[in-house]
């Protein structure tokens, strides 16, 4: 599958501030890929110059093939929204979902139908005669979602859309705009710093560190297999644990932690000391030991959290966190136990 | 919640009552006063109360009965106060030139006179015996008046009592009142044309630059009207700043002629009251989200278009209330087109001025006043009328 859209050796600098440092980052048609990393990592900086709004200092960037890298943001058609909504405060509903069809100059009576269709099918379309203070924050949300997606424009972007929601609207929305992006087959970038929106809604995740992508996978990579360990800390919750590779062939490595010696996952040389990845549910605590890698443990600390608990784990000087479903039974504080967690789990970062 | 008590009542007037005293004192009182001195006309029946009652025995054609005569003298004799009298004496001699000499020597024969009913008045002036300065008696007996008020207008009443034309030779007022809007309307467009693109700049740009920027508008605001128009007619004169520097530059060769005319005081003006059109534009503009522009652009409006269907219409309620502020100083200004104008340049508060300064004519002072309050007054209605927008929540 060719790119659709392609970054290529794309710097952007603010004055001394390297804010996007020599970036490449293709994404296919009909892609949903989010853009995810704390701010300042120049994520949205990356989207604004796919939009126009920045340009950058060097590089390029293609469309379909062409380079749009000098290309005014009004003649890109990408639908963009934005993360306060934009929308058009002095026009109604169907006015500003029509904005972009009269821009285009579109017949009149083709411009209601549209408008209309666009509208019912994110259940708006009895509001469209109010003006959009007159409406709840998830019905602006739709509305400027809506008005991005009338104009059936080539790419979709969207910089942090939800951030302003609270929880469960937003949740709510995310599965929302999944659902648009898989009946439309719409391509989608979207900036968030919320991981688990990112887990929920991307085909790909890039996460983004100090202008560079540190990884770009699907989410199920991302999460289980960091390639580093920013993703790793970045992504969920995580145990680093430091070690020596004393073994390896192939994807399959030994590396000894304290007096333990734990199969891991990872392509590494001996000899070379690395940290390892372990994510808390990975963890499965018992009497015996239950997999390939069994660490003896006593119960350090048991922390409540509703419908799970964390539990702080201590082996020699290895502090580990692990994460305890209530029907696992009641680990009191000072019991001995054993900690056994697969090798696939248990992933080599890039030090 | 409990009602407020007396005692909290009477706290919170006591707050207040310094404003409503200002307002009063120096707002609504003066106001009264020159809608009152506009139409109240009691210098002759003051001095002459029994002739204005007599008065209605008569129909106004040839001579009064003996009556009106008889009571006319009386009152004279009557008359204690001088200064009453003179100001009788000066409505009836506007009115009827020669009312002065006349009633002088009246005066005095109606008090060394022992007898006044057998009083002869065509015998101590001939001039008794024409109508005419008895009818100028009779119209000035109606305590109230529009003749100040059709006067303003270039109008008056005829013989008969209609309204009629003033006539062109002395009809100065329509002139001066179109002049003075069309030299108010000119310097509003001008400062809505410098004003919107400056204060959309201020608004876009941040820190150091946008403080510099509105300190350029306010400062003009911190300094004397007199000092900044002074100035301005340092720069514009035959040897000023400007011209100079034009022919230094060899873009003219003569100077222009930029004092004592229209361009001058529309020059000066602007600068004046450029800031009146700049805040408000730019307090509306501020709280414009900035993303609204980025968000026209993406979904393919190009900058002309943005700024039409989104950035206007939303700086559209600061741009009325700008040009209305404009408006309405504009249009009482003195100072500036006396300074830098030309004759044909002088607007209405100079006619008012000359009124009330020059001839203490309070009369006209107040009627081309309350002409001009009734413009204001009903451009605020229009201007109310005009941002009661629909945009606005609950106004759909």
């Given at each position: 599958m060719g790119a659709f859209i392609a970054f290529k050796n794309v710097t952007k600098k603010f004055g001394a501030l390297t804010v996007v440092d020599n970036l490449d980052l293709e994404i296919a048609k009909g892609e949903f890929v989010s853009l995810l990393g704390p701010s300042g990592s120049g994520k949205t900086t990356?989207?604004?110059?796919?939009?126009?709004?920045?340009?950058?200092?060097?590089?390029?960037?293609?469309?379909?093939?062409?380079?749009?890298?000098?290309?005014?943001?009004?003649?890109?058609?990408?639908?963009?929204?934005?993360?306060?909504?934009?929308?058009?405060?002095?026009?109604?509903?169907?006015?500003?979902?029509?904005?972009?069809?009269?821009?285009?100059?579109?017949?009149?009576?083709?411009?209601?139908?549209?408008?209309?269709?666009?509208?019912?099918?994110?259940?708006?379309?009895?509001?469209?005669?109010?003006?959009?203070?007159?409406?709840?924050?998830?019905?602006?949300?739709?509305?400027?979602?809506?008005?991005?997606?009338?104009?059936?424009?080539?790419?979709?972007?969207?910089?942090?859309?939800?951030?302003?929601?609270?929880?469960?609207?937003?949740?709510?929305?995310?599965?929302?705009?999944?659902?648009?992006?898989?009946?439309?087959?719409?391509?989608?970038?979207?900036?968030?710093?919320?991981?688990?929106?990112?887990?929920?809604?991307?085909?790909?995740?890039?996460?983004?560190?100090?202008?560079?992508?540190?990884?770009?996978?699907?989410?199920?990579?991302?999460?289980?297999?960091?390639?580093?360990?920013?993703?790793a800390e970045f992504i969920g919750e995580t145990n680093l644990v430091a070690g020596k590779v004393v073994d390896a062939g192939g994807e399959r490595a030994v590396v000894r932690v304290g007096d333990a010696a734990l199969s891991v996952c990872g392509n590494v040389q001996p000899g070379r000391d690395v940290s390892l990845s372990l994510r808390p549910e990975r963890i499965r605590l018992g009497s015996t030991p239950a997999a390939a890698n069994a660490l003896p443990v006593t119960v350090a600390d048991c922390i409540y959290h509703g419908d799970h608990m964390r539990l702080v784990l201590k082996s020699g000087s290895l502090e580990l966190v692990a994460r305890a479903e209530r029907l696992a039974g009641d680990w009191p504080v000072g019991t001995e136990a054993v900690a056994s967690f697969d090798p696939q789990d248990c992933t080599v970062l890039a030090s | 919640m409990s009602r407020p008590s007396i005692r909290d009542r009477a706290w919170a007037a006591a707050l207040v009552a310094p404003l409503v005293l200002f307002l009063v004192l120096f707002f609504v009182w003066p106001l009264w006063t020159m809608v009152t001195a506009s139409v109240v006309d009691d210098a002759v029946t003051k001095v002459l109360?029994?002739?204005?009652?007599?008065?209605?025995?008569?129909?106004?054609?040839?001579?009064?009965?003996?009556?009106?005569?008889?009571?006319?003298?009386?009152?004279?004799?009557?008359?204690?106060?001088?200064?009453?009298?003179?100001?009788?004496?000066?409505?009836?001699?506007?009115?009827?030139?020669?009312?002065?000499?006349?009633?002088?020597?009246?005066?005095?024969?109606?008090?060394?006179?022992?007898?006044?009913?057998?009083?002869?008045?065509?015998?101590?002036?001939?001039?008794w015996s024409d109508p005419r300065f008895w009818r100028a008696i009779r119209d000035a007996v109606p305590p109230y008046t529009d003749r100040n008020l059709l006067a303003a207008l270039d109008l008056k009443r005829d013989a008969s009592g209609n309204i009629t034309a003033e006539d062109p030779g002395t009809a100065a007022n329509r002139v001066i009142m179109l002049r003075t809007f069309v030299i108010a309307g000119t310097v509003t467009l001008v400062c809505a044309l410098i004003g919107l693109p400056y204060a959309m700049l201020a608004a876009s740009a941040s820190g150091l630059v946008r403080a510099l920027l509105l300190l350029a508008v306010l400062l003009p605001l911190w300094t004397s009207l007199l000092v900044r128009t002074a100035a301005w007619f340092i720069l514009l004169q035959q040897e000023g700043l400007i011209n100079d520097a034009l022919m230094a530059i060899g873009l003219i060769d003569g100077p222009l002629p930029l004092i004592f005319n229209r361009l001058g005081v529309i020059i000066a003006m602007t600068h004046v009251l450029l800031p009146f059109m700049v805040l408000p534009i730019y307090s509306v503009l501020i709280a414009v989200p900035r993303n609204l522009m980025p968000a026209a652009a993406s979904l393919g409006a190009g900058p002309l278009r943005a700024f039409w269907r989104v950035l206007l219409p939303l700086a559209m309620p600061g741009l009325m209330s700008g040009c209305l502020l404009v408006f309405m100083v504009a249009i009482g200004y003195y100072i500036t087109p006396a300074l830098v104008g030309g004759a044909n340049d002088q607007m209405i508060s100079s006619v008012i001025a000359f009124y009330a300064l020059g001839t203490a004519n309070w009369g006209m002072a107040g009627a081309l006043g309350l002409i001009l309050l009734a413009v204001t007054l009903l451009l605020y209605v229009v201007y109310g009328r005009l941002s009661r927008s629909p945009q606005l929540p609950g106004g759909a």
């Open positions: 990356l989207l604004m110059m796919l939009a126009g709004f920045e340009r950058p200092t060097s590089g390029e960037i293609f469309l379909d093939g062409k380079p749009i890298t000098h290309l005014p943001p009004h003649r890109r058609q990408m639908g963009m929204v934005f993360q306060n909504y934009a929308l058009f405060p002095h026009m109604t509903v169907a006015e500003n979902v029509a904005f972009p069809l009269e821009m285009q100059r579109v017949p009149r009576a083709e411009i209601v139908r549209r408008v209309e269709r666009a509208l019912d099918m994110v259940r708006l379309g009895a509001l469209k005669d109010r003006k959009p203070s007159q409406l709840s924050g998830g019905q602006q949300q739709r509305v400027a979602l809506t008005r991005a997606l009338v104009f059936e424009p080539d790419v979709i972007l969207m910089d942090e859309p939800l951030g302003a929601l609270d929880k469960q609207l937003r949740e709510h929305m995310q599965l929302e705009i999944r659902d648009l992006h898989r009946r439309l087959g719409l391509t989608i970038v979207f900036v968030t710093h919320d991981q688990s929106e990112a887990l929920t809604m991307s085909d790909r995740i890039a996460v983004f560190n100090a202008g560079k992508i540190e990884q770009i996978d699907t989410p199920q990579m991302v999460y289980d297999r960091p390639r580093t360990r920013f993703v | 109360p029994r002739t204005a009652a007599a008065m209605a025995q008569w129909d106004g054609n040839d001579l009064p009965p003996p009556a009106v005569q008889t009571a006319f003298a009386e009152d004279l004799r009557s008359a204690e106060d001088q200064q009453a009298l003179g100001e009788a004496v000066r409505r009836l001699n506007s009115a009827v030139s020669g009312f002065r000499t006349l009633l002088s020597r009246t005066v005095t024969a109606a008090r060394e006179a022992a007898d006044l009913a057998s009083l002869d008045l065509a015998a101590i002036d001939r001039r």
